[in-house]
């Protein structure tokens, strides 16, 4: 894809879609921290299920450390992993009251020193809570990378860097959520609807699908 497509298919969805955000439900950065990390192999409309209950009880790191594994597998149980998830999470609690005063950290560095923490996650938080122009490759960002041919790469880390070096400044900010969620609706695993996307004339696609009879 040429650096004049990869424009106009970045301010077609930005037309569509002006003010892209997370579906994970949050109001602190914190809250986005547990949400992201509880995301992994999971969908968003489980973990908010899941969080509208926690966080109501406990939504600081001192309150979901004091919940203990079992108490927060109990609000969690529902989502797959929840008992690593919910290990991860309490040792991020206890981490963030020891070394950060209980916020958490804007350097990436930091963040992924956190447990259950990788980069995917930290580039999340990074963007969507400090408003840092990263980009968070799932795995519908990586699939819409590379079946576009926007940014194509072998590795999440590969295509995040081509998504860096071939994404205009004006649309890194909000980039990563337009992309994730064209795959996660559109440009879907299976079957992708090429009928009803708004870039398919600009995408590099072989294989592209026709509307159902």
């Known amino acids: 894809m040429n650096p004049a497509k990869r424009r106009e298919m970045l301010a077609r969805l930005r037309a569509a879609n002006p003010n892209p955000t997370t579906e994970l439900e949050f109001s602190t950065p914190f809250e986005l921290l547990v949400a992201v990390i509880l995301s ?15 966080f109501p009880v406990a939504r600081t790191p001192a309150a979901i450390a004091a919940l203990g594994v079992e108490g927060l597998s109990q609000y969690v149980k529902t ?17 963030l009251l020891e070394k950060h005063g209980g916020e ?34 799932d795995t ?13 790469g072998k590795t999440p880390l590969a295509v ?17 959520h337009w992309l994730l969620l064209h795959g996660r609706y559109v440009c879907k695993a299976r079957t992708p609807e090429c009928w009803r996307c708004l870039v398919a004339d600009l995408c590099e696609y072989p294989r592209k699908t026709r509307a159902p009879d």
Do not use: S, W
């Open 104 to 137: 958490v950290p804007r350097e990436r560095e930091a963040l992924e020193a956190l447990p259950g923490v990788g980069r995917k996650t930290a580039n999340v938080i990074l963007n969507t809570a400090f408003g840092e122009p990263t980009m968070a490759v």
């Open 160 to 176: 995040e860097r081509g998504l860096l070096k071939f994404t205009p400044e004006e649309f890194l900010l909000n980039a990563h």
């Open 140 to 152: 519908h960002i990586f699939r819409v990378a590379n079946r576009t041919r926007y940014a194509p």
């Open 40 to 54: 992994a192999q999971a969908t968003d409309k489980g973990v908010n299920l899941a969080t509208r209950k926690l």
């Open 79 to 95: 989502i797959g992993l929840y008992n690593a998830k919910a290990r991860n999470i309490i040792a991020t609690c206890r981490l």
